[in-house]
């Protein structure tokens, strides 16, 4: 079985940077994929950036390219997203993910269908 805890979310100003991690305890093996989605208020969660564990091959939503960096340490069994250029729209509630369905070194999939285990969440908040 395997378990994410998030940590790092908080609040910070527009322009702003934070660091989100995912500790992961249990089985993660090259072949998973793991991913950010997040989920805003009235609205539906989203993928956010996803990696391949066994090659790094990465995987972003539009709307955070050039801005949110994925990265996973597997000495550390922990997953990552530097986040920078923070905007408002970036409020959310952050989840971490991973998957063994869907994922290969081809494929880093951003929809929710694909992960099989969840975090509980960590807080972001953007202020103008």
């Known amino acids: 079985q395997v378990q994410l805890v998030e940590s790092g979310g908080g609040s910070v100003q527009a322009g702003g940077s934070l660091r989100l991690s995912c500790a992961a305890s249990?089985?993660?093996?090259?072949?998973?994929?793991m991913g950010w989605f997040r989920q805003a208020p009235g609205k539906e969660r989203e993928g956010v950036a996803a990696i391949y564990i066994g090659g790094g091959r990465t995987n972003y939503a539009d709307s955070v390219k050039g801005r949110f960096t994925i990265s996973h340490d597997n000495a550390k069994n922990t997953l990552y997203l530097q986040m920078s250029s923070l905007k408002p729209e970036d409020t959310a509630m952050y989840y971490c993910?991973?998957?063994?369905?869907?994922?290969?070194?081809?494929?880093?999939?951003?929809?929710?269908?694909?992960?099989?285990?969840w975090g509980q969440g960590t807080q972001v908040t953007v202020s103008s």
């Open positions: 993910a991973a998957a063994f369905r869907y994922c290969s070194v081809v494929s880093v999939p951003l929809g929710e269908y694909a992960y099989n285990y």
């Open positions: 249990g089985y993660i093996a090259s072949s998973y994929c």
